[in-house]
Nanobody, 121 residues
Framework: QVQLVESGGGLVQPGGSLRLSCAAS????????MGWYRQSPGKQRELVAV???????NYADSVKGRFTISRGNAENMVYLQLSSLKPEDTAVYYC???????????????WGTGTQVTVSS
């Protein structure tokens, strides 16, 4: 029932910018955290950025100062602004959510299906 859908990926030149969006839908009681992960061919999925319910954020060292994660006015939206892009940022970017579906149950992790970001000249 719960789904995460990403959008905004594409092809950009080095030094360019891109804005990714993620919308969560379904019956969600509360959101503990939302974030972004990425995965390149032959590599494991890695954390890019996360934002918790109180607004605190954390970033991978490789993207600090270049990427910004934010929540939309709607509680089910999260964004990732990617700037000063490098070829090594090329990956499939996945939206992540840590959601409480029922108040009596612990939070569970949910994943989107990903959006491709390619940084190349």
């Amino acid at each position: 029932q719960v789904q995460l859908v990403e959008s905004g990926g594409g092809l950009v030149q080095p030094g360019g910018s891109l804005r990714l969006s993620c919308a969560a839908s379904g019956s969600i009681f509360s959101i503990d955290a939302m974030g972004w992960y990425r995965q390149s061919p032959g590599k494991q999925r890695e954390l890019v950025a996360v934002i918790i319910s109180g607004g605190s954020t954390n970033y991978a060292d490789s993207v600090k100062g270049r990427f910004t994660i934010s929540r939309g006015n709607a509680e089910n939206m999260v964004y990732l602004q990617l700037s000063s892009l490098k070829p090594e940022d090329t990956a499939v970017y996945y939206c992540y959510g840590l959601f409480v579906i029922r108040a009596t149950m612990p939070p569970m992790s949910y994943w989107g299906t990903g959006t491709q970001v390619t940084v190349s000249s």
